[in-house]
């Protein structure tokens, strides 16, 4: 049985074998939305020595693409569940080219299923002693800006809006706690943009490289109303295909595609009440790793 397969093959019922981000993946794909396109290597390849056949079978798989640069992402069994989303503990490798070096990005995903904050993780959320690692390959996605997107506020798990964090290239920034995204609310049902708190963005990380942001855009809001009308339709049919309140990341590229790079179900509206309040960038930050509290 083969060990890879193309994400556009992959439902929700492949989660046992390739892990909730992929199967995830293939359900947006089936929802239509645009997706990069891009494979997943099976969980139950992980714990094996990454050998000949294995490496083919990725090198053919990473060749059919084009040799692109791509991005690759653990894709944990039991990741981005209902319970416990997994975000920001283990390892996602950007802008990787070359055979070779997707075959050591995976096996880096691998490794960092036995990290510090991995295992620290799960013994919180009660996850397995025994995980499993699939892992997610996708062409990188070109990225003018990028963010986060819940399809309910997740501070008090209203409904009856979308809120939308955003900043200037790939999410890198973010991650790293170098800039604070924009924030914006919108209502879910009449696309009225309910509020937005625009913040100085000066790094932004483009292709592989990290670089200032110009004077210019510094201080200029990262989504216009037409491109914020966008996201909101894409909360509305990934909700709706999934049947719940969604944690969604996405990518507007440089020649205005809108792409959804990852899906979840929202896990925080839901312990609210057990919680101190914390503000939208507080958890975005923490969906990203940046927050370890």
């Known amino acids: 049985m083969s060990e890879t397969a193309a994400l556009a093959d992959l439902r929700r019922a492949d989660e046992p074998r390739f892990g909730g981000k992929s199967a995830g993946l ?5 929802a239509g939305m645009r997706v990069p396109p891009g494979f997943a290597v099976a969980a139950t390849a992980y714990g094996r020595t990454l050998g000949e056949p294995l490496r083919a079978e990725i090198s053919r798989r990473y060749e059919a693409l084009g040799e692109p640069p791509v991005a690759v992402r653990s894709s944990a069994v039991g990741e981005d569940s209902a319970e416990a989303s997994f975000a920001g503990q283990q390892e996602t490798y950007l802008s990787v080219s070359g055979a070779d070096r997707v075959c050591d990005a995976v096996r880096g995903c ?34 003018a800006v990028s963010g986060v997107m819940f399809t309910c506020n997740p501070v008090n798990g209203d409904p009856s809006t ?3 964090n955003a900043s200037w290239g790939l999410g890198t920034a973010v991650v790293g706690g170098e800039v604070t995204p924009d924030e914006y609310r919108v209502s879910k049902v009449t696309g009225e943009v309910l509020h937005r708190s625009i ?32 996201l909101l339709e894409m909360a509305r049919k990934v909700e709706r ?7 969604i990341e996405w ?29 939208a960038i507080e958890l975005v930050m923490g969906k990203f790793g940046a927050d370890r509290r």
């Open 110 to 143: 691998w490794a960092s299923l036995h990290s510090r904050e991995a295992r620290a993780y799960r013994e919180r959320m009660g996850g397995p002693e025994e995980p499993a690692m699939g892992v997610t390959v996708q062409i990188m996605v070109d990225a």
């Open 26 to 30: 293939g359900e947006l794909i089936a």
């Open 241 to 247: 295909h999934f049947g719940s309140h969604q944690d």
């Open 251 to 279: 990518a507007l590229a440089r020649d205005g595609s809108l792409f959804a790079l990852q899906s979840r179900p929202v896990t925080v509206a839901r312990k609210k009440a057990a919680a101190p309040a914390r503000s």
């Open 199 to 230: 913040s100085p963005k000066r790094i932004e990380y483009v292709g592989g490289g990290r670089s200032d942001v110009p004077a210019e855009r510094q201080d200029v809001a990262c989504l216009d109303d037409e491109q914020l009308g966008m």
């Open 162 to 164: 979308v809120a939308v």
